[in-house]
């Protein structure tokens, strides 16, 4: 799936981050933290953290 600049941003942003999604109903949040998720495992972070 393809994601605009605002959800690669938060799919790229550093592991250590403090995020805060909001966005209206079908904008995409669970794609997104999907995503992140996704990367976060490429970068070797534990799901423990």
Not at 3 to 9: V, W, Y
Not at 27 to 47: A, I, Q, Y
């Amino acid at each position: 799936m393809h994601l605009t600049d605002e959800q690669r941003a938060i799919v790229e942003a550093p592991s250590d981050a403090h995020l805060t999604v909001l966005a209206v109903a079908g904008s995409g949040k669970t794609t997104t933290m999907v995503h992140r998720l996704g990367e976060l495992t490429l970068r070797g972070v534990k799901p423990s953290h």
